[in-house]
Structure formats: structure tokens, C-alpha cells
């Protein structure tokens, strides 16, 4: 007698058709440089998409879990193991990726680019500005756009936007990050007496150096309020 899958009611599928679809990762990296948010992003060397940008990610491996898989994407590419990784959003079209069924999990990361030099030198892997981007491969510009909005939300009552500043930065740094990743100009009196009643930054009673305009005041991110600075949220 022909066994009956517990799946036959779906359709002329077994079991081992639900064991064929693929799990990968999918790491949107975001930097700020040049007063600009901005995604490390590679030219994709899959034929249908030829020549767009992706993300940068990969399939999880059968014998990691997917923290563990987006960690090692973070660091074949950034060389950095130690950065904010926050998991984000599962998308999982049928036809998302041409080689079949491919559901992808979406994480977002930040990393300050002027402490961390990065070799970016395989497939035009390099830093773009994100509102520059306006097709990507696969679903890729989806997952920039949910996890953009996903900083967006987070911006307002946590302190994650220090992880992409140096160790000392301006208020002028700040506010410029803050408009970069929001889209919008905010006022600069409202916004710096907000961020001093939050108690987030610790004045260090230094001056910028070797700056093209007025040098400004320096701060540091206040460890101390939050015990450590923000690194990973799952």
C-alpha cells in the first residue's frame, strides 16, 4: 500500500520537497560618512541581475543557526565581530531568488566607518549613499527600505545611532546623523536641548581639531547611563 504523506493534501509533494527550501541571511550594513547615511552594497554576479547592487549575505549553512551565520557574514566582509546586529524581518516570495526557494532572514548592523577601515576591494564592495539607491537585485531594496524604517523607529528613544560615531564626535555630528537617517532638518536648538535633558552624551571639555569651521565641543556617548554601549539586539 503507497504510504500517504501528512502533506497530501496540499498536493502530489513528500516530505523531502518541504526539506528543499534554502535559509540564507541577509545583512543590511549601515555607515555614515560625508554627512550621509550610507549601505555597504556589492554588484551581484548572479546572470538575471547582473550589474545591480545587492546586500551583502549569504546561505546559512547546515551546521550554524542564523546568529551565527550573520556574524560570519559580518565578518568575511567588515573583518569586525563586535558590531550592533539587530534580526529585523523574514520575506520569503516563492519566486525572490532565481535559483529556487529562498527564505531570507533580514538583519540590520551599524559600523562606524571612519574607525573601522574596511578592505573593500571584491565585486565593487563599497560604501553608497542609501538615497542614492533606487533598484537593487532580488528583493533587495525592500529589505534596505524595511530596515531603514526599522532604525527610523529606534532612533527616537534609543541610543543605537552612537555605534555609528567615532568615540568623540560634535553636536553637528549628531544632528547630521540623526537628519541623515530621519530624511529631515531639524531644528538645532530643540534638538540639542533635547539630547542634553536625555543625559545620553558626556561633555569632554575638548574642541574639534583641523575643521573648516567653527570648531565645535566634543562629546562621548554616556556608557555609563546604559552600562555599555548598544551592541547586539536579537
Not at 100 to 112: E, Y
Not at 168 to 188: A, T, V, W
Amino acid at each position: 500500500m503507497k504510504q500517504i504523506s501528512r502533506f497530501s493534501h496540499l498536493g502530489e509533494l513528500s516530505d523531502k520537497d518541504y526539506f528543499r527550501i534554502a535559509l540564507s541571511v541577509d545583512c543590511v550594513i549601515f555607515g555614515f560618512e560625508d554627512d550621509e547615511l550610507k549601505v555597504l552594497v556589492i554588484k551581484c554576479n548572479i546572470k538575471e541581475y547582473k550589474g545591480k547592487w545587492s546586500l551583502l549575505g549569504d546561505l546559512v549553512r547546515p551546521d550554524e543557526d542564523l546568529e551565527g551565520a550573520s556574524y560570519r557574514i559580518l565578518k568575511e566582509r567588515t573583518g569586525l565581530d563586535d558590531v550592533y546586529l539587530e534580526q529585523v524581518q523574514t520575506f520569503g516570495k516563492v519566486n525572490r531568488h532565481p535559483a529556487g526557494r529562498v527564505i531570507t532572514i533580514a538583519n540590520f548592523s551599524l559600523v562606524n566607518i571612519k574607525d573601522h577601515q574596511l578592505k573593500l576591494s571584491d565585486n565593487e564592495l563599497h560604501w553608497h549613499p542609501v538615497n542614492d539607491i533606487s533598484e537593487m537585485a532580488f528583493d533587495h531594496k525592500e529589505i534596505l527600505s524595511t530596515c531603514l524604517e526599522r532604525l527610523r523607529e529606534k532612533v527616537a528613544d534609543h541610543p543605537v545611532v552612537f555605534n555609528l560615531l567615532p568615540k568623540k564626535f560634535s553636536l553637528r555630528e549628531l544632528q547630521s546623523l540623526y537628519e541623515s537617517i530621519l530624511n529631515i532638518k531639524l531644528d538645532r536648538r530643540n534638538f540639542r536641548k533635547k539630547f542634553f535633558m536625555m543625559d545620553w552624551l558626556v561633555d569632554l571639555d575638548e574642541l574639534e581639531q583641523d575643521v573648516p569651521h567653527r570648531p565645535g565641543k566634543l562629546y562621548k556617548f554616556n556608557q555609563a547611563k546604559f552600562g555599555r554601549k548598544p551592541k547586539k539586539v536579537s
